[in-house]
């Protein structure tokens, strides 16, 4: 036999009872609440791509609010994401306010940080 047999009444010493394994509900208390916001009246459908779902274009789909306002609400690691919204079809490379970085094909990707 290689491992040790416990016997019956022997204490386990702390250090080998000690297991940090993390539990799916402390893994959802890293991720933060984001909302993505995208206004576009005349838009039939928005969605939003980017490093958070590996640029997916129909991963993540938007839903219609007031006056052509569209809303993605996400759950994130801190961190800091590029990101680009898909309007029926076209590629938006630029919001008014929004951070930017180039992309290599040639267009911007917009920029979040998540705290």
Known sequence: MAEKEKKKGEKVPKEASKERVRSPRSKARDLRKVELLFQAEEANEVFVAGDFNGWDPTATPMKRHKEGLWKAKLRLKPG???????????????????????NPFGTENMVLWVD
Do not use: P, S, T
């Open 80 to 102: 800091r994401y590029e990101y680009k919204f898909l309007a029926d079809g076209q590629w938006i490379n630029y919001v008014r306010g929004v951070e930017r970085v180039a």
